[in-house]
Structure formats: C-alpha cells, structure tokens
C-alpha cells in the first residue's frame, strides 16, 4: 500500500518570504501521479500544482513550485513570495494510476505571518 | 469550470435517522466520485470510490450497509448514512474525477453531520 508522510505538521512563514513544505511518498509503481491541496478555513479543497511521475522537469504555477526527486520519492512544494491568503492546510496527495484512487498525507498547517 | 456541489453544507439529525448527502459536477461529466470523511485538523480518509451505473468500490473498514453510495448518473452521486449514530458525526467531503488522464479531483465544499 502506498503511503504519504508530511513530517511538518505545522510551518510559519514571514509575508512575502519563501518557505517549502516537505512530502515523501513510499510506492512500488513507476507511472502515477503527485498533487498538492491546499484548504483553507472554509475547507474547501483547492488543486495547486500536479506532477507527473514520467515527467522530469518539475511543474511550476505562479508562486508556486515544486522539488520533484523521483528516486528519493520525494515531492516537496515551494510557495514563493507568500501571501496572507496562502494560510491553510496543504495536503500533498499520491494517485495510483492502476488502482484510480489517491492516498494523502496528513497535512502541513501553514501560518503567514504579516 | 470543474464546479462539484454538495448538498446540504451542513446537516443535524436525531440518533437512529438517516440522512442523504448529495454530489453533483455543474459543469462536466465525472466518470467517477470519491467519498471521504475528515476529523478536525486531519487528513482525508477515502471511503469509497464510485462509477457511474456500477456498485461503489468501499475501502476495507467501511460498512457499506451504513454508507450507501449511488452513483446513478454522470453528474450526481449520493451518500446516505444509515441509522446515524454520534460517532458518524464528521466532515463528508466529496470529489469527482473526469476521464482524460490529468488525474486531479474536483472537490465538493464538503457537509458536516452532527449526530445528537
């Protein structure tokens, strides 16, 4: 079974600073795909980045970006230039293409401090 | 676009009713729903998967006789907790998937369930 382990459960980050949150992944497949949730007070679930584990280069959306390490099985988010409203809880998701479902980890709990 | 609603955001209801929620993708056709509960300040936990016109597929611990799934078209999916007790009081969150390869999920806002 695969699992997904984000050993920060909490960050802080200073407005306008960097910070990355740390996700690794345990799986015996070779094509599957990686996300990163984010939810905020509301709780409602919010795409931020996808990769795709065929994919070498590593997927960038605006601010953010993420640190791709396939034979470490490592998948660590970087949120550049942070914003109040990027507080909330990130959830880093494994997707098994063969089963059709996602396994996620528990969440990093992101403070943006003014 | 890729809008998923759920229905109602929030629900109270006595021990021993039943209570359905609904899903349903706004503005595309979803091959397939997700069901999961989440606990305050904790992650998702998959219940179930479901696909159009078929039985949903429960993960091992879920009582499938407790949390019906129907999944009767490509927009709607229902999950109706059964005979409700406060344990089952929780945050249900749907999601929907589209056929396609991206793999991502739509998520529903999610409803609370309160069991008194």
């Known amino acids: 079974a695969q699992t997904v382990t984000q050993s920060q459960p909490e960050m802080s980050v200073q407005e306008a600073e960097t910070v990355t949150l740390s996700c690794t992944y345990d799986t015996s497949e070779s094509d599957y795909y990686l996300f990163w949730y984010k939810q905020p007070p509301s709780r409602q679930m919010i795409l931020v980045i996808r990769q795709e584990a065929y994919k070498q280069q590593n997927a960038t959306e605006n601010r953010f970006s993420v640190n791709f390490q396939k034979a470490a099985k490592s998948f660590s988010l970087k949120i550049s230039d942070s914003q109040l409203g990027d507080a909330a809880m990130y959830f880093c998701?494994?997707?098994?293409?063969?089963?059709?479902?996602?396994?996620f980890g528990d969440g990093t709990t992101l403070t943006v401090k003014p | 676009g890729a809008v998923v609603s759920q229905h109602p955001s929030w629900v109270i209801c006595k021990s021993g009713t039943s209570v359905k929620i609904e899903c349903r993708s706004l503005?595309?056709?979803?091959?397939?729903m997700f069901w999961y509960r989440q606990f305050p300040k904790q992650s998702l936990m998959l219940m179930a998967t479901?696909?159009?016109?078929?039985?949903?597929?429960?993960e091992q611990g879920v009582e499938k006789d407790k949390f019906l799934i129907n999944h009767a078209s490509l927009t709607l999916s229902t999950l109706t907790v059964t005979s409700a007790h406060p344990e089952d009081s929780s945050f249900y969150i749907c999601?929907?998937?589209?056929?396609?390869?991206?793999?991502?999920?739509?998520f529903g806002p999610g409803t609370r369930l309160t069991v008194t």
């Open positions: 479901s696909n159009e016109g078929s039985k949903a597929t429960y």
């Open positions: 999601s929907a998937g589209t056929s396609g390869g991206s793999y991502e999920q739509y």
């Open positions: 503005d595309f056709q979803a091959t397939t």
């Open positions: 998701a494994y997707h098994n293409t063969n089963a059709g479902k996602s396994t």
